[in-house]
C-alpha cells in the first residue's frame, strides 16, 4: 500500500492550497530526515538530504523545506513548506535555578 493512501482529507486541503505536489511527499518519504516531535512523526528534506539525492541523481532542489508530519498510526495529517529547521532539534534541557 502506498503512503499516499493513507493521507487524511485535511493533508490533501493543505496540499492543493500549498501547492505542495504528491512527488515532494514521496521524496520525503524516499530522502528526507525522521524526526519524532510532539507526539508525530516528521519526515524532512533540508539541505542535506537535497545534496545526498543529488549524489545519486535525483533532483529535489524544488522540494527542499518540504515537511510532512504523519500520525502516529502511520496517516499524512499535514505537509508544509519551511526552510528553518532548527525547531526541530531536540531542545536541551536547561540547569534548574538553584532558590
Do not use: Q
Not at 28 to 39: H, Y
Not at 64 to 89: F, K, M, Q, W
Amino acid at each position: 500500500m502506498s503512503a499516499i493512501a493513507l493521507m487524511t482529507e485535511h493533508a490533501w486541503a493543505r496540499l492543493d492550497g500549498r501547492r505542495i505536489p504528491l512527488a515532494a511527499v514521496e521524496a520525503a518519504f524516499t530522502w528526507g530526515r525522521r524526526v519524532f516531535a510532539r507526539g508525530a512523526e516528521i519526515f524532512v528534506l533540508g539541505r542535506k538530504e537535497v545534496a545526498k539525492a543529488a549524489r545519486f541523481g535525483a533532483h529535489l532542489a524544488r522540494f527542499e523545506g518540504i515537511h510532512v508530519v504523519c500520525a502516529p498510526d502511520g496517516a499524512i495529517v499535514t505537509a508544509y513548506r519551511n526552510s528553518d529547521l532548527r525547531a526541530l532539534r531536540p531542545r536541551r534541557r536547561g540547569r534548574r535555578a538553584s532558590r
